[in-house]
Antibody, heavy 117, light 106 residues
Framework: EVQLVESGGGWVQPGGSLRLSCVGS????????MNWVRQAPGRGPEWVAN????????NYVDSVKGRFIISRDNPKNSLYLQMNSLRAEDTAVYYC??????????WGQGTLVTVSS | DIQMTQSPSSLSASVGDRVTITCRAS??????LAWFQQKPGKAPKPLIS???SLQSGVPSRFSGSASGTDFILTISSLQPEDSATYYC?????????FGGGTKVEI
């Protein structure tokens, strides 16, 4: 059974930092582009960032460039998102998602990040 | 950025009806199109990837098709448990972008 389990969410004040983690199992993690997608309350999903299977290419949505860093550790089947200089508008459920052009798509259940004073 | 225009934004149908939802990409995306189902308080669930491929465990009443930059999700016989919001997403060009969603009520 494929699983993606996120952790690390919580409450943080504006300007603060959080590090999200995601552990995958049941599939060949190192073959997949890994993504973070977020969904603010009452809104549709928004793609945040992704990283190539070998970790050598990273892409970000404009609103998080320079503040968020995506990384992965393939031997640990793990994906990370370091979030700095957090703003109220970063409040959302953050999902870890695995994408393959041939093997399909998997999403986790999400972790809630709340940025508020 | 590629714009994904999804229609309709909402629909109401009866059990057993055939339902179609359309997603139009602002430029060619080959078949890098996914459909998701989301129920309140739950994570989006991938239904279809690569425009046509049904994800494991998804009922066969769901299907995807494509013609150029137009993509269609079809539910052949609507069931009560299909009440949800449906999203399309292109995943060939960064930033990956989602459609605005279609709320299906039964």
């Amino acid at each position: 059974e494929v699983q993606l389990v996120e952790s690390g969410g919580g409450w943080v004040q504006p300007g603060g930092s959080l590090r999200l983690s995601c552990v995958g199992s049941g599939f060949t993690f190192s073959n997949y582009w890994m993504n973070w997608v977020r969904q603010a309350p009452g809104r549709g999903p928004e793609w945040v960032a992704n990283i190539k299977p070998d970790g050598n290419e990273k892409n970000y949505v404009d609103s998080v460039k320079g503040r968020f860093i995506i990384s992965r550790d393939n031997p640990k089947n793990s994906l990370y998102l370091q979030m700095n200089s957090l703003r109220a508008e970063d409040t959302a459920v953050y999902y870890c998602a695995a994408y393959s052009s041939t093997q399909g798509i998997y999403w986790g259940q999400g972790t809630l990040v709340t940025v508020s004073s | 950025d590629i714009q994904m225009t999804q229609s309709p934004s909402s629909l109401s149908a009866s059990v057993g009806d055939r339902v179609t939802i359309t997603c139009r990409a602002s430029q060619g995306i080959s078949n890098y199109l996914a459909w998701f189902q989301q129920k309140p308080g739950k994570a989006p669930k991938p239904l279809i990837s690569a425009a046509y491929s049904l994800q494991s465990g998804v009922p066969s009443r769901f299907s995807g098709s494509a013609s150029g930059t137009d993509f269609i999700l079809t539910i052949s016989s609507l069931q009560p448990e299909d009440s949800a919001t449906y999203y399309c997403q292109q995943y060939i060009y960064n930033p990956f972008t989602f459609g605005g969603g279609t709320k299906v009520e039964i």
